[in-house]
T-cell receptor, first 116, second 116 residues
């Protein structure tokens, strides 16, 4: 079955600390991988995406993620978090086949709280 | 850029009543998706449309749920005989693709349904 697992449900960090959020997926075939972010009171927005090529992808606001195919992982990182990074983060996967429709399979989310 | 809009933003109803939600996708986006998100979980895929054709429905979508996208523009999601377990955030997303390759999904703000 297709699934995405995020290891941390709630992470609390102080400003300037480094961040790494884990994401593992189970999906047959070639996939696209995403991280979405939901800031308090706002809707889901794309943080970064991996389609192919360089497994280290950079997104908005200094975030990056590394795709490790052998580990079925797509961990999100940021060297130094800010209070404004407080949000919920979702890892998601979709298959590339046309009949898979592009539907996203999401992980359960990680709530990040950054203390000023 | 108006983005994806959803109405209403909040809906409170009594068990057994019918409710209908509307989603207006970004203009000219071919694909439209519905997801459901419950507290502490990531969004779960419900169904999607390619233009006016409903191409896939999740097993989560019971017979009480029906979705339409007449003329390939806005979409409605109706829930008949609501149950307390239907309480959730209902999210709509759209993407521009009509081919086998993935395009980014843009999410709306969601409709929060509370069934009393």
């Amino acid at each position: 079955a297709q699934s995405v697992s995020q290891h941390n449900h709630h992470v609390i960090l102080s400003e300037a600390a480094s961040l790494e959020l884990g994401c593992n997926y189970s999906y047959g075939g070639t996939v696209n991988l995403f991280w979405y972010v939901q800031y308090p009171g706002q809707h889901l927005q794309l943080l970064l995406k991996y389609f192919s090529g360089d497994p280290l992808v950079k997104g908005i606001k200094g975030f990056e993620a590394e795709f490790i195919k052998s580990k079925f992982s797509f961990n999100l990182r940021k060297p130094s978090v800010q209070w404004s990074d407080t949000a919920e983060y979702f890892c998601a996967v979709t298959g590339l086949l046309y009949n898979q429709g592009g539907k996203l399979i999401f992980g359960q989310g990680t709530e990040l709280s950054v203390k000023p | 850029d108006t983005g994806v809009s959803q109405n209403p933003r909040h809906k409170i109803t009594k068990r057994g009543q019918n409710v209908t939600f509307r989603c207006d996708p970004i203009s000219e986006h071919n694909r439209l998706y519905w997801y459901r998100q419950t507290l502490g979980q990531g969004p779960e895929f419900l169904t999607y449309f390619q233009n006016e054709a409903q191409l896939e429905k999740s097993r989560l979508l019971s017979d009480r749920f029906s979705a339409e996208r007449p003329k390939g523009s806005f979409s409605t999601l109706e829930i008949q005989r609501t149950e307390q377990g239907d309480s959730a955030m209902y999210l709509c997303a759209s993407s521009p693709t009509a081919s086998g390759s993935y395009n980014e999904q843009f999410f709306g703000p969601g409709t929060r349904l509370t069934v009393l």
